[in-house]
């Protein structure tokens, strides 16, 4: 029997690769509730605002993926903070590691049980999608790295299904304005929040410098990454307003989704359930790469390397993590007064660590005596 390796490295994926990562990161779930929390089009300053801050943050990560430390892995981490606190942020990492997965998860299955399969038990989809993440995170990191390619083309197209939205007589060009708020709401901090929060993901490039062997060009890379989903936020938020004003936007639940099953195709009756169904590569990916991820986490808590792996290990971490959802699933998911606080952990989460790790590992480097820096 082979030995079971799911850190091995044979080859490295290069640049594209991590711009493909980062984009797809970037557009997994808060995106399609985002516009109703947004709502006025002068928001439009936020997402270009929260776009040049978090190109901010990939310049500090590049430092760290570019750094001699990032290049030895594990250790190097070891060699910057030590043995024992490298455990403890691994064990610290679980936490929003598990609740990234579990509102990815759990959003998209309650996706699917609302708008196909509404009779169908939300756990259904939760445990097809877990089990699919599962089968495909067992094929090792690289080749769950591979998948992106697939989750990137099956999905990029569907931002163009929202062009028809910006033409007459669909579009109501009055709710562009004004572009300058005189009394903007109090309340508009959440869709602040959201977006920052939906902008998350880079910072997990962290944990993949072996496999993408970044170099001086990686900024490159991930700056255009970076602005392609800028501007399919853009497009999406625009083509929203246009299409409910702002006022019904507020309450419109899951926008994005709602307003396609308005298009009329001659092949396909319901367009909205031939999105929700593409949508599942970059939902698959993004959940076997956290499956990778928290089983690692698990091994560096435990005192264990990664390069020893079993597979008793690896099902026993997917059975916890799959355990996990069903109870979020069935206790705080479908609580009323629980419902908005728990996507709101993984809100807060974040972005917290986009916006903390890269300065952390920006100040643990500058105490070590980086001269790049």
């Avoid at 980062?22 to 109703?36: A, D, G, S, T, V």
């Avoid at 490159?220 to 625009?238: D, G, P, S």
Wanted: charged letters at 10%; hydrophobic letters at 55%; aromatic letters at 16%.
């Amino acid at each position: 029997m082979s030995a079971f390796t799911l850190f091995g490295k044979k080859e490295t994926l290069g640049n594209l690769y991590a711009g493909l990562l980062i984009n797809r990161l970037q557009m997994l779930y808060y995106f399609l509730i985002m516009p109703m929390y947004l709502a006025h089009f002068y928001m439009l300053w936020v997402i270009l605002g929260l776009g040049l801050l978090s190109q901010l943050m990939l310049w500090m990560l590049c430092k760290w993926l570019t750094s001699p430390w990032a290049t030895r892995g594990l250790e190097g981490f070891k060699e910057l903070f030590g043995p024992k606190t490298v455990r403890l942020l691994a064990a610290v990492g679980l936490i929003p590691l598990f609740l990234k997965t579990s509102v990815i998860v759990l959003g998209y299955s309650g996706i699917v049980h609302e708008y196909i399969f509404p009779v169908m038990n939300k756990t259904v989809p939760l445990i097809a999608i877990l089990l699919m993440s599962c089968y495909i995170a067992s094929h090792g990191m690289e080749r769950t790295l591979r998948f992106i390619v697939i989750a990137f083309f099956g999905t990029i197209w569907l931002t163009l299904c929202y062009l028809p939205f910006y033409f007459p007589p669909v579009a109501d060009y009055k709710q562009l304005y004004p572009l300058i708020p005189l009394h903007p709401p109090l309340d508009s901090w959440r869709g602040i929040v959201i977006c920052w929060s939906a902008l998350s993901g880079p910072e997990y490039l962290i944990f993949l410098v072996p496999w993408l062997k970044p170099d001086r060009k990686t900024i490159k890379h991930l700056t255009i990454a970076n602005l392609f989903t800028i501007l399919e936020y853009l497009l999406l938020f625009v083509a929203t307003v246009l299409y409910y004003g702002h006022e019904y936007l507020k309450t419109a639940g899951y926008p994005v989704i709602n307003m396609i099953s308005y298009l009329q195709s001659p092949i396909f009756e319901r367009i909205e359930i031939l999105l929700i169904s593409f949508f599942m590569f970059n939902v698959v990916f993004a959940v076997s790469l956290f499956l990778l991820m928290f089983y690692g986490a698990l091994q560096i808590t435990a005192g264990k390397t990664l390069e020893k792996n079993s597979r008793f290990g690896y099902l026993a971490s997917c059975f916890l993590m799959g355990t996990l959802l069903v109870i979020a699933n069935e206790k705080l998911w479908k609580a009323d007064t629980l419902q908005n606080l728990w996507p709101g952990f993984f809100m807060y989460s974040e972005a917290a660590t986009f916006l903390l790790v890269p300065i952390l590992l920006l100040i643990a480097m500058r105490r070590k005596g980086n001269t790049y820096i």
